[in-house]
């Protein structure tokens, strides 16, 4: 372990307690000794995040009442009962109680220790699980990860059975699709969620700038250089650094940071020290790094150093379906931002949902989702129903543009009513085989279009 185990000790006898603690400080434990359970009970509560060592014999409260108590403020609390008055029958209900374990007297100051490390591990992996969990349900929500579709679906379990490696991550996805909250994600869903997330856009920054913003100077390294500055680097080790339009960096940086990438360490600007690092590099790109014709002039050794893992994100428009659910998430969202009511979905800004390409992604559409929310109006000529735009209508018969319309009909009814199939279908005044009949034929997947 790399924490000191914290230790609360419990026992009535004084020159017992003072021996017991001694033993623990030896083995690099935090031991807070407490002479009742009392006094222990007080100072303790379910974010502890070590182990509990009480004496079972103690007047007032037991150690068997103890663990009654400490059940109740957190049942995963690991708890070691000691008693010299121990048998079979005492150690079994101790253990059906909840006990982590039973030591009698007269005990080793190895095994007590031994006990109290394996303990420690547990209530350690108990600790980050649940924050793991709380961060797991507070990012569910996340711009483009909130999606049903199977793409999407394929997109979380990856990032989960990687999240927790040590490999180097490739995002490659176009603007607004939601890199930088899948990089985070890559961070917070792993070990190194302890460590620092450090994001820096290449394209952002000149090249005079960005070397000292990911290497760090020291005082004097260059005119304006007034005092020591940390990079980007050095500031995510132990955590993640993550390099958005990475194929925007300069060739020279490519090189210094070539090296940083096969040899784990940094030289910042005016020094020639050489400090390790040890950080996970996830980089983004809006192009295709692996092609040629679009990779310019990146680096290839650079583009095979990153390329561990490539994760792509999908465009909103590969993934039509789930237009609806994002939508509702955002609107609701910014009625509890505005304060305002949510207003009603008329059948144009319906087929403008259905039928826009989304060039924006997941950006444009919180966008207008909150002007949506604003009654701002979004533009009517952008909401031109399925016979205007870009197809020309004469290029259908009268049979296809009929089912076009019903399909777009059908799809506005689920969305204004958040695909609850009972409203849908008294909307629609059709019978209810009727309308599933309708949805297999035009390819409409009801569920889709429900609130999650």
């Known amino acids: 372990m790399n924490k000191r185990p914290s230790v609360f000790l419990i026992d009535d006898d004084p020159a017992l307690l003072r021996a017991t603690v001694q033993t623990l400080e030896l083995a690099d434990c935090a031991v807070s000794a407490f002479s009742s359970a009392a006094e222990a ?9 070590g182990v509990i060592v009480s004496d079972v014999r103690m007047p007032g409260m037991d150690g068997l009442d103890l663990l009654t108590r400490l059940r109740d403020i957190d049942p995963e609390l690991p708890i070691v009962l000691v008693t010299g008055h121990g048998d079979i029958h005492m150690a079994v209900k101790a253990m059906q109680d909840g006990a982590y374990d039973f ?3 007269p005990f080793s100051g190895e095994r007590l220790v031994q006990c109290i490390r394996r303990a420690a591990e547990k209530r350690a992996l108990v600790l980050d699980n649940r924050e793991l969990r709380r961060q797991v349900e507070e990012s569910e929500p996340d711009l483009p990860l909130l999606g049903q579709t199977p793409v999407m679906e394929r997109l979380r379990r990856t990032i989960r059975q990687i999240a927790d490696t040590e490999v180097d991550v490739l995002l490659i996805g176009e603007t607004g699709t939601g890199k930088e909250v899948v990089a ?9 969620r302890r460590g620092n997330f450090v994001a820096l856009n290449c394209g952002a920054l000149p090249e005079q700038v960005m070397e000292s913003e990911l290497f760090g100077h020291e005082q004097g390294a260059f005119t304006g250089a007034q005092k020591r500055r940390i990079g980007r680097i050095e500031h995510a080790s132990g955590g993640t650094l993550f390099l958005d ?16 990438l096969e040899m784990r360490e940094v030289a910042p600007l005016g020094t020639n020290e050489v ?15 692996g092609d040629p014709g679009q990779r310019g002039d990146f680096r ?4 095979y150093r990153l390329n561990v893992v490539t994760l792509s994100i999908p465009p909103l428009r590969e993934r039509r ?3 609806p659910l994002l939508f509702r998430h955002f609107a609701q969202r910014a009625c509890q931002r505005f304060q305002r009511d949510m207003p009603a979905l008329d059948p144009a800004t319906a087929r403008f949902l259905a039928e826009h390409d989304w060039p924006g992604n997941v950006r444009e559409l919180t966008h207008f989702a909150e002007r949506h929310v604003l009654g701002l109006e979004p533009g009517k000529d952008r909401m031109a129903g399925p016979d205007t735009g870009a197809a020309d209508p004469h290029a259908f018969t009268l049979p296809d543009r009929m089912a076009r319309l019903e399909a777009d009909i059908i799809r506005e009814t689920l969305t204004m009513h958040a ?26 997947v009801r569920g889709d279009y429900e609130t999650r």
Do not use: N
């Open 321 to 323: 379906a789930d237009v």
């Open 103 to 105: 030591i009698t007297k």
């Open 41 to 49: 009970l007080a100072a303790l509560d379910a974010s502890f995040d």
């Open 245 to 260: 339009e990475i194929e925007s960096m300069a060739p020279a940086t490519q090189v210094h940071m070539l090296r940083v």
């Open 419 to 444: 695909g609850d199939a009972r409203r849908t279908i008294e909307a629609l005044g059709i019978p209810r085989k009727t309308f599933y009949d309708k949805l297999q034929r035009h390819g409409i």
């Open 184 to 192: 985070s994600l890559l961070h917070r869903w792993g070990h190194r």
């Open 275 to 289: 400090r390790p690092v040890d950080l996970r590099v996830v980089a983004a790109a809006k192009v295709d790094l």
């Open 300 to 303: 290839e050794d650079l583009y």
